[in-house]
């Protein structure tokens, strides 16, 4: 329920377009799940009513991905935001999916690493 559901047309159109040039295609609901648990959970029941399953980042995609072109669950996983292990020794680190770029490189901030991913210096 509210606050992790909604289907307002705002939120729906948020979740429905990336930087692409496509047109947004909004899905019919969006949820932010915020443990694996929950997303198994509305994963097995989205399989188990044929609905599409979309999932959506920080929404800064060039492909198009996020467009629901056939309605469905938007699942936002921006909540899902923790660093569960930094390994040093083998530069490593295991994150959920919704943390990002730049939260994973504060994180690093002061061990010597960080995740050059983007277009810093271009």
Same mark, same amino acid.
């Given at each position: 329920?509210?606050?992790?559901?909604?289907?307002?047309?705002? &939120?729906?159109? $948020?979740?429905g377009h990336d930087e692409s040039m496509h047109p947004c295609a909004p899905p019919d609901v969006v949820v932010w799940p915020q443990a694996v648990g929950q997303v198994q959970e509305l994963a097995a +029941?989205?399989?188990?009513?044929? &609905?599409?399953?979309?999932?959506?980042?920080?929404g800064t995609g060039l492909e198009g991905g996020v467009n629901? &072109? $056939?309605?469905? &669950?938007?699942?936002? +996983?921006?909540r899902m935001d923790?660093?569960?292990?930094?390994? +040093?020794?083998d530069f490593s680190v295991t994150v959920e999916p919704g943390v990002t770029r730049k939260t994973l490189n504060k994180h690093l901030r002061g061990t010597g690493l960080w995740f050059p991913v983007?277009?810093?210096g271009m």
């Open positions: 329920g509210a606050p992790n559901v909604s289907t307002a047309t705002a &939120v729906r159109e $948020q979740h +029941l989205c399989h188990r009513c044929r &609905v599409p399953m979309v999932p959506f980042g920080t629901a &072109v $056939q309605g469905g &669950v938007c699942f936002d +996983l921006s923790a660093i569960a292990e930094l390994s +040093l020794e983007g277009n810093e």
